[in-house]
């Protein structure tokens, strides 16, 4: 049997960060949907599921990140979202954990970070 694609949603309104994130990601064969502004992350999450999500905290100088992490958490099944950020303070860490965030990491990060918050998100999500 073969074993369905990991499906992961970034949402990131740097096009640059984009193409990191597809370019590191298709390496495993995840399937990638992107997303530059809240209203292409409402259209991608209302169009289907995912098992992983990165959104950048900031978008377009607004801290939007966290209300489209409210959003994918009240889907059902919910995705497993981490938050990214240039702009890490303890208080959005704080407030992204409070809303469901699995983990909240800094740019720039490293390739094998990706890969290990996409395996841990996954034995999450089949752990529930």
């Given at each position: 049997m073969l074993e369905e694609a990991v499906k992961i949603l970034v949402v990131d309104d740097e096009t640059s960060v984009l193409e990191s994130f597809q370019m590191i990601l298709k390496i495993r064969d995840?399937?990638?949907t992107t997303a530059q502004n809240v209203d292409e992350a409402i259209s991608r999450a209302n169009q289907g599921s995912y098992d992983v999500a990165f959104v950048d905290l900031r978008l377009?100088?607004?801290?939007?990140?966290l209300d489209i992490l409210k959003l994918l958490k009240s889907k059902k099944p919910s995705p497993e979202v981490v938050i990214v950020t240039a702009y890490a303070s303890e208080r959005t860490q704080a407030n992204a954990i409070e809303l469901g965030?699995?983990?909240y990491i800094s740019k720039p990060f490293l390739m094998e970070e990706i890969y290990d918050l996409v395996n841990r998100a996954i034995r999450k999500k089949r752990s529930r």
């Open positions: 995840y399937d990638v377009n100088g607004h801290e939007e990140g965030a699995m983990e």
